[in-house]
């Protein structure tokens, strides 16, 4: 069974860092690229970042750029979003995605999904 398990969240106040966790299984975690989206409330979801394990590309949201950082450990199959200055208006419900390939596919062509993770960032 694929699963993409996602973890980290929590509250914190503005200023501050999480690191959220996507831990995956049931696929070869090497040919796939690994995507964090969010939803906030009363919000279309976005992309906030994407690392393909195949050629090791990264792309970030414009709105994260210089504050996000997200990397890969093969050794353990986990994707990390290491998020600071992080601002209220971050928070969100956050999401790992998994797709064959490259970052550049759309949204809704991501192919596996994992729970969300809760990140409040308080004013």
């Known amino acids: 069974d694929v699963q993409l398990q996602a973890s980290g969240g929590g509250l914190v106040q503005a200023g501050g860092s999480l690191r959220l966790s996507c831990a995956a299984s049931?696929?070869?975690?090497?040919?796939?690229?690994i995507g964090w989206f969010r939803q906030a409330p009363g919000k279309e979801r976005e992309r906030v970042s994407c690392?393909?394990?195949?050629?090791?590309?990264?792309s970030y949201a414009d709105s994260v750029k210089g504050r996000f950082t997200i990397s890969s450990v093969y050794a353990n199959n986990t994707v990390y979003l290491q998020m600071d200055s992080l601002k209220p208006e971050d928070t969100a419900v956050y999401y790992c995605a998994a797709d064959w390939g490259t970052c550049t596919v759309q949204e809704y062509e991501f192919e596996f999904w994992g729970q969300g993770t809760l990140v409040t960032v308080s004013s």
């Open positions: 690392i393909a394990n195949a050629d090791g590309r990264i």
């Open positions: 049931g696929f070869r975690f090497s040919d796939y690229a």
